[in-house]
Each structure stands twice: as structure tokens, then as C-alpha cells.
């Protein structure tokens, strides 16, 4: 849905809740993920995004703030069994820091055309949020694919019950990186066409960039730790 004032008009404190805060780089040592978890925070960022592994490291530093945690699970491939991505997704889920759950669609399967079990798949990833309340967002790796199977996608997420469709994971290799760029975003939003919310991430590098999306009416936008003092001209 598009704001109701214009992104350069609105407040610093406006636009952090537009960012997921990505601290999702696995060199990352514990300290360096608590220093940008803090950091996102202290800004007023939607959610920070972790690994599923620093649940109970960073829980603390989000408690009693505008900020939760997103953990990204079966990240950046997609590709482990249904089975296991529930799992993942019920570890993380049961915490009450979190906000929502990043999950990423087995695109794979989407290159070949294999739609019926990416909708099965993620019938089963989306029940298990929505059982502990959170909600899901699919990330499909746009930039692997062409628009048809961006489309399908759209369609399997609707029909699953996702909360959000996603653009990139950021780690894709063999590829040109473009991540979210406009006309990605605005086929996901015609796609979807209000029936779930759009997340744009992957190369959202400038400010021009992350204030053209909010204007365009994006949801959510997943920023590096190197960018968000970019976009938010700090």
C-alpha cells in the first residue's frame, strides 16, 4: 500500500520501520552480531535478521523495544526437506521476540516448474508461523529466475497463505545481482495485487533506491549492515 506522505518527508525514526536490519553474514563473530543488533534497534528498525542459531543471543538486546527478530530459516539455498523447514521454523517461532520468520522457497524447483510442491511445501512452513502467531515471509531468488517463474511463485505463496513474498537472499552467486530493483518489485506487487505483502531485498544500496520503493508502496525492505546508514542518510 503506498504511504500516506511522501518517503523523503518522512522522519528518520519513519523510515527504520521500513528495514529489516540484516546481520546475517555467517563470519559474523557473537560480538559483531550483538553490536549491529543494538544498532538496529537503537534506530527503530522492524526486525533485526538473524540466524537461527542466535536466538538466545540477541533476544535480550530487542526486549522492550519497537525492534523483534526476524530469523531466516533453510537460508540462502531452500532447498532441505519439507520436514526440516518446519522444524526450523518451530524452533525459532516459539520465542517471543520474534516478529516474523524469512523462509526460502526451493527455487530450484521453481526452475523446473515443479509448483505443486513449492504450494505443498509452503502450506506446511506457513502453518507451522502461523501456529505460534508469527507471520512468514517467502524469499524466491529473483534474480535466478525469469519473470514467468517469479509470477508462479507470487501465485504459490497466495495460494499457501504467506504473508510476504520476497525478492533475494542477498548470498546468490553465478548470477548478476540486481536484487530488488523497481520492476522486480512492482511485478510482485501486480502479482500478488493485495493479497500479501511485498519485501524487497538484495542490493537496496542507495537512498534514492530505498525511498523509490516506499513510495512505489514496498512493505519491507532487507538492508546490509554496510547500507543502512546509506539509506537513512545518518
Not at 33 to 49: Q, S
Not at 149 to 172: H, N, P, Y
Not at 180 to 204: N, Q, R, Y
Request: proline content about 3%; some cysteine.
Amino acid at each position: 500500500m503506498k504511504p500516506a506522505k511522501k518517503a523523503s518527508e518522512m522522519t528518520t525514526r519513519e523510515l527504520a520501520a521500513y528495514i529489516d536490519y540484516s546481520v546475517l553474514k555467517p563470519e559474523f563473530t557473537e560480538e559483531q552480531i550483538v553490536e549491529l543488533t543494538r544498532d538496529g534497534v537503537r534506530l527503530g528498525c522492524a526486525t533485526i535478521c538473524i540466524n537461527p542459531g542466535y536466538m538466545e543471543l540477541c533476544g535480550p538486546y530487542v526486549k522492550g523495544s519497537d525492534t523483534m527478530l526476524c530469523p531466516v530459516c533453510d537460508f540462502p539455498f531452500g532447498a532441505s526437506s519439507t520436514e526440516s523447514k518446519v522444524q526450523q521454523i518451530e524452533q525459532v517461532a516459539k520465542y517471543d521476540t520474534v516478529k516474523e520468520v524469512d523462509i526460502v522457497a526451493n527455487f530450484g524447483w521453481a526452475r523446473a516448474g515443479l509448483y505443486d510442491k513449492i504450494t505443498e511445501q509452503l502450506k506446511a512452513c506457513v502453518a507451522a508461523a502461523h501456529k505460534y502467531g508469527r507471520e512468514i515471509k517467502v524469499i524466491f531468488e529473483t534474480d535466478a529466475l525469469t519473470e514467468e517463474q517469479i509470477r508462479r511463485l507470487c501465485r504459490c505463496c497466495v495460494e499457501a497463505g504467506a504473508d510476504f513474498v520476497k525478492s533475494s537472499t542477498g548470498f546468490l552467486t553465478g548470477f548478476e545481482a540486481k536484487g530488488a530493483t523497481p520492476e522486480v518489485v512492482k511485478m510482485m506487487m501486480e502479482e500478488v495485487d493485495g493479497k500479501c505483502k511485498v519485501k524487497g531485498s538484495g542490493c537496496i544500496r542507495t537512498r534514492e533506491h530505498f525511498l523509490q520503493l516506499i513510495d512505489m508502496g514496498i512493505d519491507r525492505m532487507g538492508i546490509g549492515y554496510k547500507s543502512v546508514p546509506v539509506v537513512l542518510d545518518l
